[in-house]
Nanobody, 123 residues
Framework: QVQLVESGGGLVQPGGSLRLSCAVS???????AAWFRQAPGKEREGIAS???????VYTSFMEGRLTISRDDAENTVDLQIDGLLPTDTAIYYC??????????????????WGQGTQVTVSS
């Protein structure tokens, strides 16, 4: 039984940074993970993925502001977001998949989801 719990969201001023964390239970070892976000009235969109074999994939529309990593000892998948903009305001979700070759930031290829953590960027 896989469970994902996101944390680290909150209220941040434009230009600030956040580090989101996804705690993974019930799943160890070789798996791919990704971060998605969903703003009010918009579809869920993938923003970063770390694949089981080590590759990292980032969405182009967030430029160079993302860093995804995993901590095997703590069994977490973390996402650093720099240079936050008001348009980054959304609920951020962590997801995992056991697919060997998932499409990195396609939500349809992920089958385990957390409840999300709210990120609000406002002055």
């Amino acid at each position: 039984q896989v469970q994902l719990v996101e944390s680290g969201g909150g209220l941040v001023q434009p230009g600030g940074s956040l580090r989101l964390s996804c705690a993974v239970s019930g799943l160890k070892g070789y798996f791919s993970a990704a971060w998605f976000r969903q703003a009010p009235g918009k579809e869920r969109e993938g923003i970063a993925s770390i694949l089981a074999f080590g590759a990292k994939v980032y969405t182009s529309f967030m430029e160079g502001r993302l860093t995804i990593s995993r901590d095997d000892a703590e069994n977490t998948v973390d996402l650093q977001i720099d240079g936050l903009l008001p348009t980054d305001t959304a609920i951020y979700y962590c997801a995992t998949t056991s697919r060997e070759t998932p499409r990195p930031i396609d939500p349809n290829d992920y089958d385990n989801w957390g409840q999300g953590t709210q990120v609000t960027v406002s002055s």
